[in-house]
């Protein structure tokens, strides 16, 4: 009875904890890509007001963020949870086997290991798409102050 709920605690922790990771990666390259079609296929005519044409861009950007801040804190708990299994199969087997800590460890901090793996893209890209942002907001006010003039 131990050794199943044990067994799919691990389970449970590696495709909770992994594919939360995995789906937060696929979130972040979904919205870079889409962010990224629509910077290139934006028309500076077709906005009058700075403030809209702001708004759109920024569209979505916080959630790159947001995921990039958050990805490492999932991955330390899924590490943190994998070591409270690793301690909890120690006590019950009444017995300490380095070889078993060892690899429930090691299992455990492949977790904190995903978490960065899936928060330095999205920084990277959130940085992009930031200046990406930028560009566009610098081209506007040149063009609109040329209008002026």
Same mark, same amino acid.
């Given at each position: 009875?131990?050794?199943?709920?044990?067994?799919?605690?691990?389970?449970?922790?590696?495709?909770?904890?992994?594919?939360v990771?995995?789906?937060?990666?696929?979130?972040?390259?979904?919205?870079?890509? #889409?962010?990224?079609?629509?910077?290139?296929?934006i028309?500076?005519?077709?906005?009058?007001?700075?403030?809209?044409? #702001?708004?759109?861009?920024?569209?979505?950007i916080?959630?790159?963020?947001?995921?990039?801040?958050?990805?490492?804190?999932?991955?330390?708990?899924?590490?943190?949870?994998?070591?409270?299994?690793?301690?909890?199969?120690?006590?019950?087997?009444? &017995?300490v086997?380095? $070889? $078993?800590i060892m690899?429930?460890? &090691?299992?455990?901090?492949?977790?904190?290991?995903?978490?960065?793996?899936?928060?330095?893209?999205?920084?990277?890209?959130?940085?992009?798409?930031?200046?990406?942002?930028? $560009?566009?907001?610098?081209?506007?006010?040149?063009?609109?102050?040329? $209008?002026?003039?």
């Open positions: 009875m131990q050794d199943n709920f044990l067994a799919y605690a691990e389970d449970a922790l590696d495709y909770g904890v992994m594919g990771l995995i789906l937060m990666s696929i979130v972040t390259l979904w919205l870079f890509i #889409e962010r990224m079609m629509f910077y290139n296929s028309r500076l005519d077709d906005y009058k007001n700075r403030d809209h044409l #702001e708004m759109d861009l920024t569209n979505n916080s959630i790159i963020s947001a995921i990039g801040s958050n990805a490492p804190y999932v991955g330390l708990l899924g590490t943190v949870l994998g070591i409270m299994i690793t301690f909890y199969a120690m006590g019950d087997a009444g &017995a086997d380095a $070889k $078993k690899i429930g460890l &090691a299992l455990a901090l492949k977790a904190t290991a995903m978490g960065l793996i899936v928060a330095m893209p999205a920084i990277v890209a959130y940085t992009i798409v930031l200046r990406k942002v930028e $560009k566009i907001l610098a081209a506007y006010d040149i063009v609109n102050e040329e $209008k002026v003039d």
